[in-house]
Each structure stands twice: as structure tokens, then as C-alpha cells.
T-cell receptor, first 111, second 111 residues
Framework: DAGVTQSPTHLIKTRGQQVTLRCSPK?????VSWYQQALGQGPQFIFQ???????QRGNFPDRFSGHQFPNYSSELNVNALLLGDSALYLC??????????FGPGTRLTVL | EDQVTQSPEALRLQEGESSSLNCSYT??????LFWYRQDPGKGPEFLFT???AGEEKEKERLKATLTKKESFLHITAPKPEDSATYLC????????????FGKGTRLSVIA
């Protein structure tokens, strides 16, 4: 049984560009949550998708947006990249209200 | 504001030297205290969920406990492969509220 998968593994962008990160949840899970983890910090909640709708959102600007598809996979889009957006982006999947399982992450570097 | 604080920030142990990591929380209506292990550059790996004060869970050399204000992760006779960052997270209220993470404790076990 495949766990949570994310792509790409690493990404390098320049300031002002846009990026799309992808996540496939664990089999049987219907909820996807996205987190940003800066170096030496704990993950910070960005937003959560369930039934193709954004259900909850953390303290992140509108430059961060997402989508969930009918097969429960999800995308995270970040527009107008800033140097401070450099981080490990984590996707976590779960059944509604249950334990969250994380993917390996996407390392984004903004130059 | 919901908050999770972990201590110490870093811990260095000799192989076989038991110790405990602390996680104190102020999370409204706690509905789950979670422990994860994270290796460098990887996504967090789920370890335990605790729901009520007095609850204990064990896995190999790890035991997690919960009180009304804090949780402990006890490591008995650690081995070098236990070296990792251990993250604690709380979930507030009910439903699928997001996880609030601490900054983690970076554990190094020296042979």
C-alpha cells in the first residue's frame, strides 16, 4: 500500500515566479492538509481540503492557494514567490478527523 | 492562542542512556496529542496518539505519556538509529482541526 506521495522532491525558483506542488494521499484517505516547515521549526498549517473544498486555512497570504481533485489528490500553488517562501512543504493525508500521515515533502528554494 | 512547547531543543545521549523529552501544551479542548519522528530532509513519521490524561502508549524503546498539561516521550536504552527530531503536536476541539506543532527536540544518540 503506497503511502503519501509528493512531487517534485526538490525545486529551485527565482523571486516573483509561481510554483505548483502535488500530493497523492494514502489509499482510503479523503482529506489533505498542507504544511510549511522552515529550517529548525515545526510544521505550520497552510490549509486543508476535504470534498474538493478548502475547509480550514492557517495564517498564510492569498498567494498560497490550492485545489483538491475528485481522486482526492491535491495541489499547492504559490504565486509571486518571496525568498521567505523557501522551506520544506509537507502534505498530510487522513480520513476525516483521524490521524494525519505525512509525505516525504518538497524542498523549495527561492533565489 | 493554541501553543505547543518542546524541551529541550537538543539532547545528546550515550547509547543505552535513557531520558525523556517534554511537550507542554495550551490547546483549547485538546482532542489528541501526537508524536512524530522526523529524519533530516524527510517528512514526519507518525509514532503515537494520546487522547486522555493518564494514557500511555509504547513502541519498541519509546513510551509516550499524557497529563492534563504536558506529554513525555520516554526513550529507554536508546540506540544510534533513534537519532532524529521528535515533534509533538496538539489538535484542538473536535472534527478535523489542524495540528499545532512544537519546534521539536533534536536527539543525537552516540555509540
Amino acid at each position: 500500500d503506497a503511502g503519501v506521495t509528493q512531487s517534485p522532491t526538490h525545486l529551485i525558483k527565482t523571486r516573483g515566479q509561481q510554483v505548483t506542488l502535488r500530493c497523492s494521499p494514502k489509499s482510503g484517505h479523503d482529506t489533505v492538509s498542507w504544511y510549511q516547515q522552515a529550517l529548525g521549526q515545526g510544521p505550520q498549517f497552510i490549509f486543508q481540503y476535504y470534498e474538493e473544498e478548502e475547509r480550514q486555512r492557517g495564517n498564510f497570504p492569498d498567494r498560497f492557494s490550492g485545489h483538491q481533485f475528485p481522486n482526492y489528490s491535491s495541489e499547492l500553488n504559490v504565486n509571486a514567490l518571496l525568498l521567505g517562501d523557501s522551506a520544506l512543504y509537507l502534505c498530510a493525508s487522513s480520513s476525516w478527523g483521524d490521524t494525519q500521515y505525512f509525505g516525504p515533502g518538497t524542498r523549495l528554494t527561492v533565489l | 492562542e493554541d501553543q505547543v512547547t518542546q524541551s529541550p531543543e537538543a539532547l545528546r545521549l550515550q547509547e543505552g542512556e535513557s531520558s525523556s523529552l517534554n511537550c507542554s501544551y495550551t490547546v483549547s479542548g485538546l482532542r489528541g496529542l501526537f508524536w512524530y519522528r522526523q529524519d533530516p530532509g524527510k517528512g514526519p513519521e507518525f509514532l503515537f496518539t494520546l487522547y486522555s490524561a493518564g494514557e500511555e502508549k509504547e513502541k519498541e524503546r519509546l513510551k509516550a505519556t499524557l497529563t492534563k498539561k504536558e506529554s513525555f516521550l520516554h526513550i529507554t536504552a536508546p540506540k544510534p538509529e533513534d537519532s532524529a527530531t521528535y515533534l509533538c503536536a496538539g489538535r484542538a476541539h473536535s472534527g478535523n482541526t489542524p495540528l499545532v506543532f512544537g519546534k521539536g527536540t533534536r536527539l543525537s544518540v552516540i555509540a
